[in-house]
Structures are given as structure tokens and as C-alpha cells.
T-cell receptor, first 115, second 113 residues
Framework: GNSVTQMEGPVTLSEEAFLTINCTYTATGYPSLFWYVQYPGEGLQLLLK?????DKGSNKGFEATYRKETTSFHLEKGSVQVSDSAVYFCALTNAGGTSYGKLTFGQGTILTVHP | DGGITQSPKYLFRKEGQNVTLSCEQNLNHDAMYWYRQDPGQGLRLIYY???????QKGDIAEGYSVSREKKESFPLTVTSAQKNPTAFYLC????????????FGPGTRLTVL
């Protein structure tokens, strides 16, 4: 079955530091990959996505590249802000079997950015 | 504005009670989903529905029930058979193909007293 593994958290950074959150996956076929962000007490918001190998998703300074050879989709940002403090989820979905588009999530990584 | 609404935001349940969580969307999406989130964990699928009057069990359906009588509505009932219902519940919807983006509501936090 599908699975997603995210780096252990929490991650604590100073403002303007470089961010990397690792994500690796196991899936059959050609999954679509997503990063979602969750602010305290809220639902999930789509941050970026990629649907095929070598695609780069980007949004609000965040980037992630779909690497099929390493089954990875690492999230990066060159300079984080305090407002980026949130929980980040890596997720995938694929068209195989009877999944009906079910999202498989990693456990989430808590990011805290200090001024 | 198009979007997904969930109500109530907070819900308290006594032992042995059934409670129903509301999910409404005005995005004209066909597919809708219910996920459960526990602290420090990712989301797990409870139920999903591809079209009106059709729904399927997800990975953790025991103790839950749903209905899909209208395209825009997908209520979730947490029954007394659910032994550990305290969690954050998120509804999502999707259009297009099954690998397209799912959009989430703001969630309902259910606490058992």
C-alpha cells in the first residue's frame, strides 16, 4: 500500500533561515504529490503540488521537486518568516485500485520560526 | 466565495450519544471525504463519496456513518460504537480526476466528556 514518511520534528528556525522538510514515499504507479499546511485550529490548505516526475511545485517561496528515482518530495524555502510557523503535511494520492483518490499523509512536521 | 463549511467548530459528546457533524460545499464538487486527525499524526480516511447516494468506507469507518442525499452535503455521524471519538474531523471535496487537489474545510473538534 501507499505510505509517506516525513522527517522527525519539530523544526525550530530563526527568521530568514533556510528550510528543508524531507518527505519520502512508497506508492504503486505514478502518484500525485502534495504539501499541505495547517495553522493552529484550522483546516488544511494546499501549499503546492506536483503530478509527474521532475515537476517542481512552488508557492509563496516554497518549492518541492517530484523525484521518482529517490521517491522523494522535499519541501524547501530559502528564507522563512515568523508567519510560516505551522504544521506541514506531505501527502500523495494515486489512481490505483479502489482508493477513490484517498490522500495518504505523513505524520506532519511542526515548524516554529523565531524572530 | 466558494468553499467548504463545517459546523459546529467545537462539539462535546457524552458517553453513549450519537452526534452529527455537518459538511457543506458550494464548489460543485462531486467527490467528498471525511478524515480524522489525532494529535501528532497525519489524517486518516473515514468515508468518501464519489457521487450523490453513493459512499464507501475508508480505513477507519467503524463507529461512523454518513449519508449523501445532496451533492453539496456530506454529514458524518459519530455513533456510540466509536470507542475513542475525541479528535479533529476534517471534511474535503474534490473535482476533476481522482488525483486532483482536495480542498479542506476548517474542521470540527469533537470532545467526549
Amino acid at each position: 500500500g501507499n505510505s509517506v514518511t516525513q522527517m522527525e520534528g519539530p523544526v525550530t528556525l530563526s527568521e530568514e533561515a533556510f528550510l528543508t522538510i524531507n518527505c519520502t514515499y512508497t506508492a504503486t504507479g505514478y502518484p500525485s504529490l502534495f504539501w499541505y499546511v495547517q495553522y493552529p485550529g484550522e483546516g488544511l490548505q494546499l501549499l503546492l503540488k506536483a503530478t509527474k516526475a521532475d515537476d517542481k511545485g512552488s508557492n509563496k517561496g516554497f518549492e518541492a521537486t517530484y523525484r521518482k528515482e529517490t521517491t522523494s518530495f522535499h519541501l524547501e524555502k530559502g528564507s522563512v518568516q515568523v508567519s510560516d510557523s505551522a504544521v506541514y503535511f506531505c501527502a500523495l494520492t494515486n489512481a490505483g485500485g479502489t482508493s477513490y483518490g484517498k490522500l495518504t499523509f505523513g505524520q506532519g512536521t511542526i515548524l516554529t520560526v523565531h524572530p | 466565495d466558494g468553499g467548504i463549511t463545517q459546523s459546529p467548530k467545537y462539539l462535546f459528546r457524552k458517553e453513549g450519544q450519537n452526534v452529527t457533524l455537518s459538511c457543506e460545499q458550494n464548489l460543485n464538487h462531486d467527490a467528498m471525504y471525511w478524515y480524522r486527525q489525532d494529535p501528532g499524526q497525519g489524517l486518516r480516511l473515514i468515508y468518501y463519496s464519489q457521487i450523490v447516494n453513493d459512499f464507501q468506507k475508508g480505513d477507519i469507518a467503524e463507529g461512523y456513518s454518513v449519508s449523501r442525499e445532496k451533492k453539496e452535503s456530506f454529514p458524518l455521524t459519530v455513533t456510540s460504537a466509536q470507542k475513542n471519538p475525541t479528535a479533529f474531523y476534517l471534511c474535503a471535496s474534490r473535482t476533476g480526476t481522482i488525483t486532483d487537489t482536495q480542498y479542506f474545510g476548517p474542521g470540527t473538534r469533537l470532545t467526549v466528556l
